[in-house]
């Protein structure tokens, strides 16, 4: 069950945002096992006093027009599986809608499975363990 959270500078039209969601959840089924219709998903655009992106940290050179993923998800998956997460969103992102490789920032946040509530005020995953 991840929750993507994309953060972004202000300005792109709906379609682009649209892009931006369809390109991180079919990587997301693509490499990391979430089944469908298990989509949660924000975006938040910000001003340019309100986003900071270093433009050469670690050696990448980032624009203006750098995309933020924070992906908070289970800790059930390998590094391998994280590894092909971070190359398809890349990829398609890339290729819809048009995000240089360099620009695309993720971060994985891993959590308990009890960490979710799902509605109703119930755990839900440590319901079915428990």
Do not use: C
């Amino acid at each position: 069950m991840p929750l993507v959270q994309v953060s972004l500078r202000r300005g792109k039209p709906a379609e682009y945002h649209q892009a931006l969601f369809e390109g991180v959840y079919r990587a997301m089924r693509e490499t990391f096992d979430v089944p469908e219709d298990d989509r949660f998903m924000t975006i938040t655009e910000h001003d340019d006093s309100t986003f900071s992106v270093s433009p050469t940290y670690y050696g990448v050179e980032r624009s203006d027009e750098a995309v933020i993923i924070r992906i908070t998800a289970n800790n059930t998956r390998d590094l391998a599986q994280k590894q092909a997460l971070y190359l398809r969103i890349v990829e398609l992102l890339q290729a819809n809608p048009g995000v240089r490789p360099e620009d695309v920032f993720i971060n994985l946040v891993e959590v308990l499975p009890e960490n979710w509530s799902f509605g109703n005020g119930i755990a839900q995953y440590a319901v079915q363990q428990g």
